[in-house]
């Protein structure tokens, strides 16, 4: 069977009513969506409905959530925090009710998938560098695996060396001794470069083992907002375009029938590196960049304050205990959190974004931390030229 696996549609009825037809001409007879269905775009009635008419399989995105009130909104930028509000009125109750009971993870054709990780879906965590990747490896025997959330089209592979490392979106076919984490990109909310903006989604076929990547053009005026007044709407859509535009990494490529870089017994180097990625074709292009917060440069981070504490046996959620001043503002700032185990050595790194204030969090699992026993609390500025003023930083472990 042909899957068409497509995510992040973001309310963009006409962006997805392209794509559905496209999958549909490239011979696909069956839709996967995996989730954020609803959030930015304008037409949120219109794209639920187009997904439950269309896709024979759909889970859950943090949009999805934050609209039909099974997750909050108070993380969101502005932008995405006014949309929820807005989509949440504009929804019937049976769309809303829909959208809350949707699971959020799902299998099709020997795949699994999810929205964001598996470690832990319903928190929604983005697989965006090799160590996400690694955890959702972990959490599945599944050969391929995937995922959306990040808007960014890429592939995670491993083999029997258990190295993770990521390339650009390319053709494929399953290969023994290998797995794959596939993010199909976006649908109704790409990133924009240089003039070029293009829906994404896969073809995912489980009888011949292949997933090909497929591209649209994007029209940008598909996302502006409708019911606001002209003025606001105009600064809404020129926001939204710098914001992309900044947020943009790179510029991948494809081509159609391109296999990944083989991973062998050997994996890593004499360092312990994971084999660089392939230099990749130059016939199409995609965008590549991510909506979630940018991780600072690990060269010179810019770091605020920094706070170590103890994981007793038992623990089961951590705190940072961080909040920023609300009036005037302070501005937001990334909160990274290194895991040690008893020998000091680093098991597991991630991020946060931190606008106001950042509550408990659930301790990762040992598949993720892998009996850490203590952990480091560092806040760094999301820009250069940021002051961020804390008015609280006291991290705490509790069982409960």
């Known amino acids: 069977m042909k ?22 001409a490239a011979g696909a007879d069956d839709f996967v969506c995996l989730g954020d269905i609803v959030g930015y775009g304008p037409s949120p009635s219109e794209a639920v409905a187009l997904v439950r008419s269309s896709c024979r399989v759909v889970i859950a995105g943090n949009h999805d959530d934050a609209v039909s009130g099974r997750g909050g909104a108070e993380e969101f930028i502005d932008l995405a925090g006014d949309a929820a509000a807005r989509h949440r009125e504009a929804l ?23 929205h964001g990780d598996l470690f832990d879906p319903p928190k929604f965590y983005y697989v965006e560098s090799e160590s996400d990747a690694k955890a959702t490896f972990d959490a599945t025997d599944a050969q391929i695996v995937f995922v959306g959330h990040t808007h960014v089209p890429c592939i995670f592979l491993t083999g029997q060396s258990g190295v993770v490392y990521r390339t650009d979106p390319q053709d494929f ?35 011949e083992g292949t997933v090909e990547f497929r591209s649209l053009p994007f029209a940008v005026s598909s996302v502006m907002q409708r019911g606001r007044p002209a003025g606001k709407a105009r600064k809404w859509l020129a926001a939204t375009a710098v914001a992309t535009a900044a947020a943009l990494a790179a510029v991948a490529t ?22 660089a990625a392939p230099a990749a074709p130059t016939n199409a292009t995609v965008m590549a960049a991510s909506h979630s ?30 909040a920023l001043r609300k009036k005037p503002k302070s501005p937001p700032v990334n909160l990274r959190m290194r895991y040690f185990n008893d ?58």
């Open 343 to 400: 020998a000091g050595q680093m098991v597991h790194e991630e991020y946060a974004s931190v606008k106001s204030s950042k509550g408990r969090s659930t301790l990762p699992s040992a598949a993720k931390a892998k009996g850490a026993v203590e952990v480091e609390f560092a806040v760094l500025k999301v820009q250069d030229g940021d002051e961020p003023v804390i008015e609280a930083f006291e991290p705490t472990a509790s069982r409960k």
């Open 293 to 322: 917060p940018a991780k600072p440069a690990e060269q010179k981070p810019p770091v605020v304050a920094v706070k170590r504490i103890k994981i007793p046996p038992g623990t089961r959620v951590i705190s940072p205990g961080i």
């Open 173 to 207: 076919t399953l290969e023994d001794g290998k797995r794959y984490i596939v993010n199909p990109g976006s649908v109704g909310y790409p990133r924009e470069c240089d003039g070029k903006c293009l829906s994404t989604y896969v073809i995912y076929d489980d009888a």
């Open 254 to 275: 494809w081509t159609l029938t391109r296999k990944p870089p083989a991973v062998d017994a050997a994996g890593a180097d004499a360092g312990g590196h994971a084999p």
């Open 3 to 24: 899957h068409a696996v497509i995510s992040d549609v973001h309310a963009n009825e006409s962006a997805l009513a392209k794509v559905l037809a496209d999958a549909r």
């Open 92 to 114: 019937s109750a049976d769309d809303i009710a829909w959208l809350k009971a949707l699971p959020y993870t799902c299998q099709f054709g020997g795949a699994v998938a999810a």
